[in-house]
C-alpha cells in the first residue's frame, strides 16, 4: 500500500439527516451486552461468509486476519481452526469473555501497556488474541498488518461521522495483497475511490425481518463485497 493515499470517502447510500447525526456512545454500547440487546450476533456464524469462505481463503493457511468490533463472532473460531491467526478488538469485555466460553476455549488476559486500562484476551493456543478497547486506538499497540480482515456489521456500527476515520485505520491495517471481506447494509461500497481498491460484489440477500418493522422500514438488503489491492 506504499504511495497509496490512505483515505477512503464513506458515504451512506440511502443516508439521511437521522442517520448522520446518529451518535452511539461506547458505553451505550457496553450496556447493549449487558443488558441482552445483541440481536447483531449471529449464533450459526455469517451465511454468507460461510458460503464465500474457500473464495476468501484461496486455500491458504498461516494468514493474518482481523475482526473489528469482532463481539463474539463465532466466525473468528472458523478461521483459527483452519490454521490462522485471529486478532480482534472490541469494546464489551463480556462479549469477548462470552466467546472463549461459548466456544469452549481457555484463555489468558493481560494489560496492555500502550493503552492503559485496555486488555488482551489470548486463547490458550495462541491463535485468537482479542482486544478490549477502542478500534479507535488499537493502532496504537504497534498491532501489525493484516492478510485479511471480515469486516460484518462493523462499518455499519460504526457511527457516521467517525467513519472516514474508521476507513483511515482499517487502511492502516491492510498488508501487501490485502483481502477485505465486507458485508454491510444500505450501503454503497462503489463510492470509494478506484485507485485505491479493486471492488467485487459477492451477493446481494433480502436481510429483512419482521423486527425490522419497529425501524420504520419496509426493506433491508444485505451485500457482500471483496476488497483487494488495486
Not at 4 to 28: A, F, G, H, M, P
Not at 130 to 137: G, K, Q, V
Request: hydrophobic share 35%.
Amino acid at each position: 500500500m506504499d504511495g497509496i493515499r490512505t483515505s477512503l470517502d464513506i458515504e451512506e447510500y440511502s443516508d439521511t439527516e437521522v442517520q448522520k447525526n446518529q451518535v452511539l456512545t461506547l458505553e451505550e454500547w457496553q450496556d447493549k451486552w449487558v443488558n441482552g440487546n445483541t440481536a447483531f450476533h449471529q449464533e450459526q456464524g455469517h451465511r454468507l461468509l460461510k458460503k464465500h469462505l474457500d473464495t476468501f481463503l484461496k486455500g491458504e493457511s498461516g494468514l493474518r486476519v482481523f475482526f473489528p468490533l469482532c463481539g463474539k463472532a463465532v466466525e473468528m473460531k472458523w478461521f483459527a481452526d483452519r490454521g490462522h491467526s485471529v486478532v480482534g478488538v472490541e469494546i464489551s469485555e463480556l462479549g469477548i469473555r462470552e466467546f472463549f466460553t461459548e466456544q469452549n476455549l481457555s484463555y489468558s488476559e493481560e494489560p496492555v501497556t500502550e493503552i492503559p486500562g485496555t486488555k488482551i484476551f489470548k486463547s490458550s493456543s495462541g491463535n485468537i488474541s482479542l482486544y478490549c478497547c477502542s478500534i479507535f486506538d488499537l493502532p496504537r499497540t504497534n498491532i501489525g498488518k493484516f492478510d485479511m480482515i471480515w469486516d460484518r456489521g462493523a462499518l455499519v456500527a460504526i457511527n457516521p461521522g467517525d467513519r472516514k476515520c474508521y476507513a483511515d485505520t482499517m487502511l492502516s491495517l491492510l498488508g501487501k495483497k490485502f483481502q477485505y471481506l465486507l458485508c454491510v447494509l444500505s450501503y454503497d461500497p462503489t463510492k470509494h475511490p478506484g485507485k485505491i481498491c479493486n471492488i467485487h460484489c459477492l451477493e446481494k440477500v433480502d436481510a429483512f425481518e419482521e423486527r425490522h418493522k419497529s425501524w420504520g422500514i419496509d426493506y433491508l438488503f444485505e451485500k457482500l463485497y471483496l476488497l483487494t489491492e488495486k
